[in-house]
């Protein structure tokens, strides 16, 4: 069945260091992918997206990397910083579209 | 816009009894769906609304059903609660479906 796993349940990083949190899949039909970070007591946070049509995005401080080839999926955050210590997940649009499967997630903890 | 929001924030009930949780979508979102996360789940897709007709369903027990209105909010049920039903309820929306969605802060449910 479809599985969207993560490889490291928990990361820590110097503050100021540059974080990468992967994300494998198995459903090689997926064709959009999102990454969430979630606070403690709060509803999971939209971070950025991409399409299969993409290897690669950008956004503030974050790039997402898409390789289909071996069904991973990428997290950057440049220049950590410790507001960014939350749990991240990513979720996965199935093949027909129909509802988003998400990881187990990923915490990340930054060390002053 | 205003967020996703949910309501009550915080539900305490005992076995056996049911409980209905609310969840206001953004303004224009017309899809709204309804996860559970659990320490040992995670994040599980319990079913998606879309123009008051649900149009998707997770793998969950009868007892977990909801509803949408003609204003897009969304109400979920569950019937005769378990103590494995205590989880954080979370309520996510979308302009459409099969697209990025937006989550609230959650309904923390504790069944005694």
């Known amino acids: 069945g479809e599985s969207v796993g993560l490889h490291l349940p928990t990361l820590s990083v110097q503050e100021g260091d540059n974080s990468i949190i992967n994300c494998a899949y198995s459903?090689?039909?997926?064709?959009?992918f999102i990454w969430y970070k979630q606070e403690s007591g709060k509803g999971p946070q939209f971070i950025i997206d991409i399409r299969s049509n993409m290897d690669k995005r950008q956004g503030q401080r974050v790039t997402v990397l898409l390789n289909k080839t071996v069904k991973h999926l990428s997290l950057q955050i440049a220049a950590t910083q410790p507001g960014d210590s939350a749990v991240y997940f990513c979720a996965e649009m199935d093949n027909y579209g129909q509802n988003f499967v998400f990881g187990p997630g990923t915490r990340l903890s930054v060390l002053p | 816009k205003a967020g996703v929001t949910q309501t009550p924030r915080y539900l305490i009930k005992t076995r056996g009894q049911q409980v209905t949780l609310s969840c206001s979508p953004i303004?224009?979102?017309?899809?709204v769906s309804w996860y559970q996360q659990t320490p040992g789940q995670g994040l599980q897709f319990l079913f998606e609304?879309?123009?008051?007709?649900?149009?998707n369903k997770g793998n969950f027990p009868g007892r977990f059903s909801g509803r949408q209105f003609s204003n897009s909010r969304s109400e979920m049920n569950v019937s005769t609660l378990e103590l494995g039903d205590s989880a954080l309820y979370l309520c996510a929306s979308s302009l459409l479906v099969a697209q990025a969605q937006f989550f609230g802060p959650g309904t923390r449910l504790t069944v005694l």
């Open positions: 459903n090689s039909a997926s064709d959009y």
């Open positions: 609304y879309f123009s008051e007709t649900q149009r």
């Open positions: 303004s224009g979102h017309r899809s």
